[in-house]
């Protein structure tokens, strides 16, 4: 067990929804990352927060947004919902120390149907 | 960050060590090398990380060369629930802990 919780785990919608992602990270880790990971892609950084201010942007489509909150929980917002936007998207955390390893959670598994 | 090349398959025999390389040669002097791990549609695992000496811990060691333009991931004693993608990544320390960059990794698959 990472330490870190990611809910829920499981996520069906249709297509032209938002939901909503949620992301606990590992208590004492300022920093949260979310990934994507799609069938046949590997895993894509979107973007990173750090003490409640965003850090770094991957390849993160205008229609995702994400915040991190005083607890430093965090959450990942996808609109507009496609098709291609199912995947699984990870969230991770760190102390945000220099050379300190990410630490992953499990996942939610987003179909769009 | 540094590119990372690595195989992209490896077999092992359970009860076996197994030695998974990885290549770096174009790492400077401030990247760490890391190691993940993920086992299908699970969360990436981390494993183990370093600079410039060997390490160890409860799940692997960590071999790096002389020179850091390479490394080995140890994982003593093989089992069947190691079989997994394997990810070297290396990444820059700095004060603010960036992202990892994922490549394909090399598919480790334990045969009893």
């Known amino acids: 067990d990472s330490g870190v919780t990611q809910t829920p785990k499981h996520l069906i919608t249709a297509t032209g929804q938002r939901v909503t992602l949620r992301c606990s990270p590992r208590?004492?880790?300022?920093?949260v990352y979310w990934y994507q990971q799609s069938l046949d892609q590997g895993l894509q950084f979107l973007i990173q927060?750090?003490?409640?201010?965003?850090?770094a942007k991957g390849n993160i489509l205008e229609r995702f947004s994400a915040q991190q909150f005083p607890d430093l929980h965090s959450e990942l917002n996808l609109s507009s919902l496609e098709l291609g936007d199912s995947a699984l998207y990870f969230c991770?955390?760190?102390?945000?120390?220099?050379?300190?390893?990410?630490?992953f959670g499990n996942g939610t598994r987003l179909t769009v149907t | 960050d540094a590119k990372t090349t690595q195989p992209t398959s490896m077999d092992c025999a359970e009860g076996r060590a197994a030695n998974l390389p990885c290549n770096h040669s174009t790492i400077s002097g401030n990247e760490y090398v890391y190691w993940y791990r993920q086992i299908h549609s699970q969360g990436p695992q981390y494993i183990i990380h370093?600079?410039?000496n060997n390490e160890t811990n409860e799940m692997a060691s960590l071999i790096i060369t002389e020179d850091r333009k390479s490394s080995t991931l140890i994982l003593p004693h093989a089992t069947l629930r190691d079989t997994a993608v394997y990810y070297c990544i290396v990444r820059v320390a700095s004060g603010s802990a960036r992202q990892l960059t994922f490549g394909s990794g090399t598919q480790l698959t334990v045969l009893p």
């Open positions: 991770a955390s760190s102390t945000g120390g220099a050379g300190s390893p990410l630490h």
């Open positions: 370093g600079l410039k």
């Open positions: 208590s004492g880790d300022l920093s």
């Open positions: 927060y750090y003490n409640g201010e965003e850090r």
